[in-house]
């Protein structure tokens, strides 16, 4: 079965970009502009994997990340934080929220690639353990 | 350790302000007063010797007359008790000596010049003896009240016109008194003299201390904040207990902190909105260059490839250079986030070294680490430092010709530990050296081209050598290699600017 992205940030080429990169690994993707859009979209579309820019107008990366930390069918879906900002301090606060990843703009995509093929490898073994 | 950059202290300059002024005061007035009291003893003596010698004139009136010294020896003993009248002389008719008390060699005569002068004036004076400076002598008529009968011939010179009331001179009274006493009393006068000037000076330089010390101390506080305000921390508070003008430049002071933090808050939203807005389109522009590149909207030919290639080498350059620069504004201002901690420099080394070693392998270049086993453990921030080799040993490696050698050596030096790292490259010229750890500055090869780069890389490990309170210098001759040279102070935590996540 096919995994499913959802790529949140208000630039669209950046979106664009990440689309193409994820669908040429064979993954599905789906899209937000912005952190009330990304909120709907999970909702309906319940992904395997976020990734997440934090500088958006209005309701930013962070706020969308407590949000979804603090609801029980969004809690464990993995976040991965895409940003232009490269401080240590935003990057330990993206991971104490409980991001599994920080990654710095401009990215490498084989970067952002393995740390996906990470996340899903990690839970398809948590649930291999479990069963 | 402050008061060591000072090199002429305040202390110093007032001490030598006031120190020589006191000294110069103090000496003049003590020897106004050594010359006044002089003075003053001197004129005290002629009184005396001259009423000495009046009195015993007076006395001996009848002495002389009945030429019997026993008359008047209790009034001489009485005088001669005195110990610094050092001769008493009474002379009667022709310069005769009736009574004689002496206690030093004097020529005994009594002079004709001497006489004459009493003759002459009919009244009492002093002189030098002509044997001795130690001593005065003072002479006095002896008048006699009786009627004239015996005549002046009595005493062999001529007089032409007698004072009318005093009578006739019978006789002359000589009194020599010694100058010991004067001199003793002189040099007490020095003696407290110096003692008043000593006590003065002591006091000038206490007084001194203390001043510069209620003046600097408060002064030297201010320096330190202001220097703590000049490291980029604006939150420390400049206050000065005091009054006077220096409470009123610390108040200044920390009007402009207060000032330049808000400066610096804007400056740093503004670095962060820049970095952000330069730092979005940039990954636009690689992403799609990437995605060009991987094929995924057509096979691009060889040409097409290779343009694509120079789209992303640039935007990574590009990126390289705001990363560098904003970790630079960081780092310049004490926002880096860093942390201090214990470890062995020789691991840490090689773990980078290991790390390098297929970019010098490209290269055909050895890569040597020698480093003491026992080389004590550094205090440093382990990621700011792994920049720093990193860094190093890459710009060795980058401007080493094939076959070259790059060696990293420490030594322990007590206070600090030296690190080396030393190349057989191109070495660089004298007049890049100077420059070489200037932002954006790139050593031009022989054909004049850039090397590749951001230039900012050598700024960066200096700043991060300063912020771990070392040193860092270069060696270099063209044609002979290059040496970088850093320090860390050993064993000493360095204290780093707090943490700083308040920030938005």
Known sequence: MKKKILVVDDEIDIV????????????????????????KVIKKERPDLIILDILMPEMDGFDVCRKLKSEKETMFIPIIFLTAKDELADKWKGLFMGAFGYITKPFEEENLLDKIEKIFEQSENDQNNEN | MREKKIKYSFKKKLFWYIVPLILFVSLTFAGVFIQQQNKLLKENLVDRGMSLAVNLARMSELAIFSEEDSFIE??????????????IFLYKDKGKILSKYTRMRINEKLYADVKQKIYNTRE??????FSSSKVWEFYAPVFSTAEESIEDSLLDVKVEKRGKSKGRIIGISRIGISLININEQQKKIIKLSIRITLTLLIIAFIVTYLLAKKITTPILELAERVEILGRGNFDEEIRIKSSDEIGLLAREFDSMRLKLRKLNKMKDDFVSLVSHELRTPLTSIKGYASIFLSGKLGQLDEKQTEKMEKIVKHSKRLSDLITGLLDLSKMRYGKTDHEGKYFSLGKHVQ??????????????????????????DIYADEKLLTRVFINLIGNAIKFTSEGGKVTIRAVDEQDLTRIYCIDTGMGISAVD???????????????????????????IVKHIIEIHQGKIWVKSE????????????????????KKDFSRR
Do not use: H
């Open chain 1, 16 to 39: 664009d970009i990440v689309k193409i990169f994820l669908e040429g690994k064979g993954y599905e993707v789906v899209c937000a502009y912005n952190g009330e859009d990304a909120l």
């Open chain 2, 74 to 87: 209790p009034a001489i003993e009485g005088m001669w008790s005195e110990d610094d009248v050092v001769y």
């Open chain 2, 124 to 129: 009492p004076f002093w002189q030098y003896p």
């Open chain 2, 351 to 376: 773990n980078i070294v290991d790390e390098l070693d297929i970019l010098a392998k490209q290269k055909n270049i050895s890569l040597e680490v020698e480093i003491p086993s026992d080389l004590p």
């Open chain 2, 433 to 459: 050296l100077d420059k070489i750890f200037n932002e954006f500055y790139r050593v031009k090869n022989k054909n004049g081209m850039e090397k590749e780069g951001t230039g900012l890389g050598l700024a």
């Open chain 2, 478 to 497: 063209v044609g002979n290699g290059t040496q970088f040279i850093f320090t860390l102070p050993n064993k000493k935590e360095v204290k780093y600017e």
